[in-house]
C-alpha cells in the first residue's frame, strides 16, 4: 500500500542518517586515535619501569621465589612439590597486591628504612589485619627471626634478631610461616587438647587445610578486605597506566618534569629525589598539613561501603589528618618504587640504593598515589551515583594532584 512504502521510504532514510552518523563517529574516533597514539607511546617509554605487565610479574616473582628456594627453608615447609608450585602460582597471581601492601607497611616506622620491613612494622601489619594477636607474640618473633634467610645464605652480614629487618622475599616467606602457623599448627593444638580432654571433635575441625590452601586462607579472610580500600594493588596500577591518565601525564609533562628537577637539585647529585626532598615537594604543593581534602568525588558502592573503616589502617592514612601526613608520604614513597627484584652487589652486601631515591617514572606514580590518598576521602556527596566507576574517581583524584 503506499502508507506501506512511504514508512519503508522512510526508515531507509532513518538508516541512511544513523550510519551516516555512526560513520562520521568512527572517523572521529580513528582521528583522535592519532592524535593520542604518540602521546601514549612516549608516556609509555617514560614510564616503562611503573608500567609492569605480567611478563615482568612473572620474572620478579620467580628471582624472588628462587631466593626462597635456595635457603632451603621452603622444602622443610612445604616437601611437596606441587604444593610448593600450588604456593608459587598464588603468588605470582596476588603479587601487585602483596607487593604493595609490603612497601606500605615497610615504611610505617619513621625510625628504620622504607625499603625493609622491621619487627614492629611486622606486628603492626599483622594487628591491624587480624592475623594473630599479641598472645601469639612469642611464635611471631620466631618466625620473623627464622624468616631472615639473606643471613642464612651469606647474602647478609646481619645476625637475625628482633631489631633486623627482613625483606620483600623474606616477608612473603614469613607470611607462608604465619599461614602455617595460623591455619594449621593452632587448629593441630586445639584437636590435641580436645583428645586430651577426651571431649568430641567436631567434623570441621578436623580437616586441617594444605599449606596454600592456608596462605589462601589468610589472604581471602585478613588481606583482602584490608587491601580491597588501599590506593594501591591493581587497581592503583591498573589507573597510572589507564590511557586517561596517560594523556593527563603527557598534557602536562612539561610541568612535571621541572618540578622534578627542581626538587632533586636540593642535595642529589644524579637527578634523583630522596625522601626528604619528596617531603619538601609534598609539603611545598599542598598535600600536606591541614589543607581541606576535595569532597563530592563519586566512588563504587564497594570503596564508599569501606570507608568507615578504611582510614584507622596505617596503609589508609591517618584518619584524623586533612591533610596527607609525613607517614602517609613514606608509604607513597615506599610504595612506588617499582618491582624490579632485589639486587646484591659483588661484595654480597644489598645495593639498597635504588629503594633510596626516587626516579622521574616512580615520582610520577607518586604524584597519582597522593592524589588518591588525599582527594579520595571526602564524604561523597547526597544522591551520587553508586554505580560511577571507581577507576573513574581514581582518575578525578590523579587529575586534581597534577593540576595542583
Same mark, same amino acid.
Given at each position: 500500500?503506499?502508507?506501506?512504502?512511504? *514508512?519503508?521510504?522512510?526508515? /531507509?532514510? #532513518?538508516?541512511?542518517?544513523?550510519?551516516?552518523?555512526? =560513520?562520521?563517529?568512527?572517523?572521529? $574516533?580513528?582521528?583522535?586515535?592519532?592524535?593520542?597514539r604518540p602521546k601514549l607511546e612516549e608516556m609509555r617509554v617514560i614510564l616503562a619501569d611503573q608500567?609492569?605487565?605480567?611478563?615482568?610479574?612473572?620474572?620478579?616473582?620467580?628471582?624472588?621465589?628462587?631466593?626462597?628456594?635456595?635457603?632451603?627453608?621452603?622444602?622443610?615447609?612445604?616437601?611437596? *612439590?606441587?604444593?610448593?608450585? /600450588?604456593? #608459587?602460582?598464588?603468588?605470582?597471581?596476588?603479587?601487585? =597486591?602483596?607487593?604493595?601492601?609490603? $612497601?606500605?607497611?615497610?615504611?610505617v616506622n619513621s625510625l628504620?628504612?622504607?625499603?625493609?620491613?622491621?619487627?614492629?612494622?611486622?606486628?603492626?601489619?599483622?594487628?591491624?589485619?587480624?592475623i594473630l594477636g599479641e598472645e601469639h607474640s612469642s611464635a611471631v618473633l620466631k618466625i620473623f627471626i627464622d624468616s631472615h634467610i639473606s643471613s642464612k645464605s651469606g647474602k647478609s652480614k646481619v645476625k637475625p634478631s628482633i631489631h633486623s629487618e627482613i625483606h620483600r622475599h623474606e616477608f612473603l616467606l614469613a607470611l607462608i610461616k604465619l599461614s602455617i602457623f595460623k591455619f594449621i599448627t593452632l587448629p593441630k593444638k586445639e584437636i590435641a587438647r580436645l583428645k586430651r580432654q577426651g571431649q568430641h571433635i567436631p567434623n570441621s575441625k578436623r580437616n586441617v587445610p594444605t599449606v596454600p590452601k592456608a596462605l589462601e586462607l589468610v589472604y581471602e579472610k585478613h588481606l583482602a578486605p584490608v587491601l580491597a580500600n588501599m590506593p594501591a594493588g591493581a587497581k592503583m596500577r591498573d589507573a597510572v597506566a589507564s590511557k586517561e591518565v596517560l594523556i593527563l601525564f603527557y598534557d602536562n609533562l612539561e610541568g612535571l618534569n621541572n618540578c622534578f628537577k627542581k626538587f632533586a637539585q636540593f642535595k642529589s647529585k644524579d637527578g634523583s629525589i630522596s625522601l626528604p626532598e619528596f617531603s619538601a615537594f609534598a609539603m611545598s604543593a599542598g598535600f600536606s598539613g591541614g589543607g581541606e581534602r576535595r569532597v563530592g568525588l563519586q566512588k563504587s558502592s564497594s570503596f564508599r561501603n569501606g570507608r568507615a573503616a578504611e582510614r584507622k589502617?596505617?596503609?589508609?592514612?591517618?584518619?584524623?589528618?586533612?591533610?596527607?601526613?609525613?607517614?602517609?608520604?613514606?608509604?607513597?614513597?615506599?610504595?612506588?618504587?617499582?618491582?624490579?627484584?632485589?639486587?646484591?652487589?659483588?661484595?654480597?652486601?644489598?645495593?639498597?640504593?635504588?629503594?633510596?631515591?626516587?626516579t622521574f617514572s616512580e615520582f610520577v606514580e607518586a604524584i597519582a598515589r597522593l592524589g588518591v590518598m588525599k582527594f579520595a576521602q571526602g564524604s561523597p556527596n547526597e544522591g551520587a551515583d553508586e554505580q560511577h566507576e571507581e577507576q573513574l574517581s581514581y582518575y578525578e583524584c590523579i587529575k586534581l594532584a597534577v593540576e595542583k
Open positions: 500500500s503506499h502508507d506501506e512504502k512511504r *514508512e519503508l521510504y522512510a526508515q /531507509e532514510k #532513518r538508516d541512511e542518517v544513523e550510519n551516516f552518523q555512526a =560513520e562520521r563517529e568512527r572517523q572521529a $574516533k580513528l582521528r583522535q586515535i592519532e592524535i593520542e608500567l609492569i605487565h605480567n611478563a615482568v610479574i612473572e620474572r620478579t616473582v620467580n628471582e624472588e621465589w628462587a631466593l626462597i628456594k635456595d635457603s632451603g627453608v621452603l622444602d622443610n615447609l612445604v616437601p611437596n *612439590e606441587s604444593q610448593q608450585e /600450588e604456593i #608459587r602460582s598464588f603468588l605470582h597471581k596476588n603479587y601487585v =597486591e602483596l607487593s604493595d601492601c609490603y $612497601k606500605f607497611y615497610s615504611a628504620g628504612g622504607t625499603h625493609t620491613l622491621e619487627f614492629i612494622e611486622l606486628n603492626k601489619f599483622l594487628s591491624e589485619t587480624s589502617h596505617s596503609i589508609m592514612g591517618d584518619k584524623t589528618s586533612k591533610g596527607v601526613t609525613p607517614k602517609d608520604i613514606r608509604q607513597i614513597f615506599s610504595a612506588s618504587q617499582n618491582d624490579r627484584p632485589e639486587e646484591i652487589e659483588e661484595n654480597n652486601q644489598e645495593d639498597v640504593s635504588h629503594y633510596e631515591v626516587m
